[in-house]
């Protein structure tokens, strides 16, 4: 064949190659080759005995081709690929990687492991076209800036109905917090917002969207205009009562560290939940309690510079009073409010126009006035009109009111409408009585 006598070569071979020929040559001497190659000169005496005997190719290393000695064996290969395709056959090869180290105690090289799945064809590498972004610095101290924003997604697979992941991540830090919701609403955010901060404190402020939850999407009056007031919805109002500086992002991209967090629950914690065997939003809390500390030790990096700026919760204020959904609702003079297509009674004694319903996110429901709790019960029964009543109101039926023979509705509007008695004339007369 043409190419069985073709030799393949690294540059390194033919340069090494071509001073070796000049040593054969005898127009060098194996002392100034030494030096040339950076090789000792028992080293350049074997090789050039090596290219005499064997020709251009003793130039290459024996072990070219060969099995490496630190090679695995071929049945940890095996085991690896059957492992893979019967249960992280969509697991990434570093994430299998770490799976197959914990579970079942096979330590690889994440590089190894993506090498062997290539060759398998189990794993395709993918480049995609980068778009240019500018570049925001990171917050330097932990607690300066947390980004928040929810994610809907079939986090439970087809095992159970889609459901919201309400993430945390500390910009300084990348220090995770996360809870599954059935929504993304106020009463998930505030929860989710009030767990936190029982955790790691009040950070001074937080990078939201605008999805309506976060930003009210009200129309300014005239009033607020020239008090430079604006509208709140009901999350923003309390993290304004709390002293959090709210910032809204103009785009998902400006708040990339967030939503990059999701990407990558969106691939890691399906498959725990998966492999856990949790299928519920109560079981997938309990197992994050425990998972978010690893997870965020694996993640998380370290501040530029040290301190922590969560504020403690100042005593005496609670939280349950401020983080809740607040409505005012006008006092009837039957002491009376509707909430929500509801009749509900207040029994306290108070003097006011209008009162303001909390409803907190465990599910109670407080009215107040001025800060004060009123006692209220709501109406489960209204007030049913009889048949008798209805037969009676039917009956009085409005009585049809009779114009005047003079009035112009009967002149001109309705003029064939009422048959009028036809008057004759005296000459008709007088015709009538000679004929008879």
């Not at 090679?71 to 994430?95: C, I, M, R, T, W």
């Not at 096979?106 to 993918?126: A, P």
């Not at 607690?143 to 986090?155: A, F, L, N, R, T």
């Not at 401020?322 to 029994?347: A, G, P």
């Amino acid at each position: 064949m043409a190419g069985k006598d073709m030799i393949c070569m690294s540059q390194m071979e033919l340069r090494r190659l071509h001073v070796i020929h000049r040593v054969l040559e005898k127009k060098i001497k194996q002392v100034a080759a030494a030096e040339t190659l950076g090789l000792c000169d028992r080293q350049v005496r074997r090789i050039v005995a090596r290219v005499k005997t064997s020709g251009d190719k003793g130039i290459i290393h024996k072990s070219r081709g060969q099995p490496s000695n630190r090679a695995l064996p071929d049945e940890l290969k095996d085991k690896v690929k059957e492992l893979y395709e019967q249960k992280y056959n969509d697991f990434g090869p570093k994430f299998a990687n770490e799976k197959l180290f914990e579970i079942h105690r096979i330590r690889l090289g994440n590089q190894t492991l993506r090498n062997w799945l290539i060759d398998w064809g189990l794993w395709q590498v993918s480049q995609k076209r980068r778009k240019h972004r500018h570049w925001r610095e990171r917050k330097h101290r932990y607690g300066e800036m947390i980004q928040m924003d929810g994610s809907h997604h079939p986090w439970f697979e087809d095992r159970s109905p889609k459901c919201v992941l309400m993430g945390y991540i500390d910009d300084a830090t990348s220090i995770q917090y996360a809870r599954l919701y059935k929504y993304e609403g106020t009463i998930p955010a505030m929860d989710s917002f009030k767990r936190y901060i029982r955790k790691y404190g009040l950070p001074q402020s937080v990078y939201l969207d605008k999805h309506t939850t976060y930003k009210s999407p009200a129309k300014l009056t005239i009033e607020d205009e020239l008090n430079d007031r604006e509208a709140l919805s009901q999350f923003g109002r309390a993290l304004k009562e709390l002293g959090v500086k709210v910032i809204h992002a103009n785009s998902a991209a400006a708040k990339g560290r967030v939503e990059r967090m999701f990407k990558t629950f969106q691939y890691r914690l399906i498959r725990e939940f998966r492999l856990n065997g949790i299928n519920t939003i109560e079981e997938g809390n309990k197992f994050l309690d425990s998972y978010l500390p690893k997870h965020n030790r694996q993640f998380g990096v370290q501040a530029l510079e040290s301190g922590d700026l969560h504020r403690p919760l100042p005593t005496g204020i609670d939280l349950d009073k401020i983080l809740c959904i607040r409505t005012e609702k006008c006092l009837r003079n039957d002491f009376t409010i509707v909430h929500e297509k509801k009749l509900y009674q207040i029994l306290s004694r108070v003097n006011a126009k209008k009162v303001m319903v909390e409803e907190t996110t465990q599910g109670w429901m407080f009215i107040t006035y001025n800060g004060r709790r009123l006692d209220y019960k709501r109406i489960t029964k209204m007030p049913i009109k009889t048949d008798v009543i209805k037969n009676v109101v039917e009956m009085r039926l409005r009585k049809t009111a009779i114009p005047a023979m003079g009035h112009p509705w009967r002149r001109y509007a309705h003029i064939n409408s009422y048959p009028q008695k036809e008057k004759s004339s005296k000459k008709e007369k007088g015709l009538l009585l000679v004929q008879t």
